[in-house]
Every structure is written in structure tokens, then in C-alpha cells.
């Protein structure tokens, strides 16, 4: 069975400072994928990244950073020098190799950046 | 605005009453997918469509449930005598997956509309 679990419900840091996201998957498969999604307020789920299972390099992107660890099974998202427009809540997701590309998430985490 | 649109964004509907919502994927998107999504959760997968053609559907997708693609565009889902429990945030996403040639073109990223949020009084 295919699983995901984000095991901080909320997070709440300080302007300027650092925060990572945690996020630990289950999959028997050899090929899947990852994703990170963002929830702000309005609802709307925003695709931030997807990295494949035979890629194991990490990525920057602006202030964002993700690790990707298949020894652990974890793939963890890092926000640098947090801002408040950062708020919201992120969800990391599982797609297995031949599932038609249905997401499995988890439950979320819920950050908060105060001025 | 060339991206998931839903249609309406609040229900709120009495217990036993049908509610219908819409969903417009992104044009040149051939896959359709509906999730749904309860509060302090991640969103659960319901269905997909490729094209007009519904491909799998979640156990979560009672027989109060039904979604149609008809011609392959936009999609619809029904929730027959709706339930308190029924409830949520019902999310849609599209994406694309195709071939040139040999080459396997596919966008594993899904894009999401803002949600129908439906409430059962």
C-alpha cells in the first residue's frame, strides 16, 4: 500500500526565519514520483515540485529547497528566510508508476509566518 | 484565464437533495481527476477520466456518486440524496498525457481548480 505522512500538523515560525517541512512515503513501487503541493487560504492547490524516484539530486528554487532521500524514504521541503505570504498549508503527494496518476497525499501541515 | 475552473464554488444544500458541480480543465488537458478533500486533510482521490472515458473510481465513490465526461472536455459530478457526511471540498485537476511519435509525452503534474466547497445542512 502506498502512503504518506507529514508528521507536523502546524508549524509556526517567525519572519526571516528557516523551516522545513517533513515528509515520509511508503511504496513497494521502484519507479514513483513526488510532489509538493501549496494550500493557501483561497484553496487552491498550487503545484510547487514534482521529483522522480530515479532522481535522487535536490533542488533549489528561489528560497524553496527540497531533499530527497530514498534511503530514508523522505522527501523534505525547506523554506529559507520565510515571509509571511509563505503561510499556508502544504501538502507533500505519492503517484505510483501506473496508477493513471491518481496523488496520494498526506495529511498536510499547516505553516504559519508571523511578522 | 487558461486554467481548472469550478463551478459553483459554495453549496450548501439540505440532507436528501441532489447537487451537481462542473469542473473545466485546462483545454489542451486529456485527464480529469476529482479529489475530495475534508477539513484538517490531505485531498482523496475519487476518479479520473482520460478523455470521455472514466478509468478508475476510488471505493470512496459510493453509489450516490456519479461523474460523466461526455465529450472528453468538461466533467460532472453528482451526489444523489446527499448526506451530512458528504460534506467537503470537492477538488478537480487536470493534466496531459500523450505521444509524438515514440516519445511519451506526459505532464505528471496535476493543476487544480479552487474547489466546490459543499456543505449538508
Known amino acids: 500500500a502506498q502512503k504518506v505522512t507529514q508528521a507536523q500538523t502546524e508549524i509556526s515560525v517567525v519572519e526571516k526565519e528557516d523551516v522545513t517541512l517533513d515528509c515520509v512515503y511508503e511504496t513497494r513501487d521502484t519507479t514513483y514520483y513526488l510532489f509538493w503541493y501549496k494550500q493557501p487560504p483561497s484553496g487552491e492547490l498550487v503545484f510547487l515540485i514534482r521529483r522522480n524516484s530515479f532522481d535522487e539530486q535536490n533542488e533549489i528554487s528561489g528560497r524553496y529547497s527540497w531533499n530527497f532521500q530514498k534511503s530514508t524514504s523522505s522527501f523534505n521541503f525547506t523554506i529559507t528566510a520565510s515571509q509571511v505570504v509563505d503561510s499556508a498549508v502544504y501538502f507533500c503527494a505519492l503517484r505510483g508508476p501506473n496508477q493513471g496518476g491518481k496523488l496520494i497525499f498526506g495529511q498536510g501541515t499547516e505553516l504559519s509566518v508571523k511578522p | 484565464d487558461t486554467g481548472v475552473s469550478q463551478n459553483p464554488r459554495h453549496k450548501i444544500t439540505k440532507r436528501g437533495q441532489n447537487v451537481t458541480f462542473r469542473c473545466d480543465p485546462i483545454s489542451e488537458h486529456n485527464r480529469l481527476y476529482w479529489y475530495r478533500q475534508t477539513l484538517g486533510q490531505g485531498p482523496e482521490f475519487l476518479t479520473y477520466?482520460?478523455?470521455?472515458?472514466?478509468?478508475?473510481k476510488s471505493r470512496l465513490l459510493s453509489d450516490r456518486f456519479s461523474a460523466e465526461r461526455p465529450k472528453g472536455s468538461f466533467s460532472t459530478l453528482e451526489i444523489q440524496r446527499t448526506e451530512q457526511g458528504d460534506s467537503a471540498m470537492y477538488l478537480c485537476a487536470s493534466s496531459f498525457i500523450g505521444t509524438s511519435g515514440r516519445l511519451l509525452l506526459s505532464s505528471y503534474e496535476q493543476y487544480f481548480g479552487p474547489g466546490t466547497r459543499l456543505t449538508v445542512t
Open positions: 477520466f482520460q478523455n470521455e472515458a472514466q478509468l478508475e
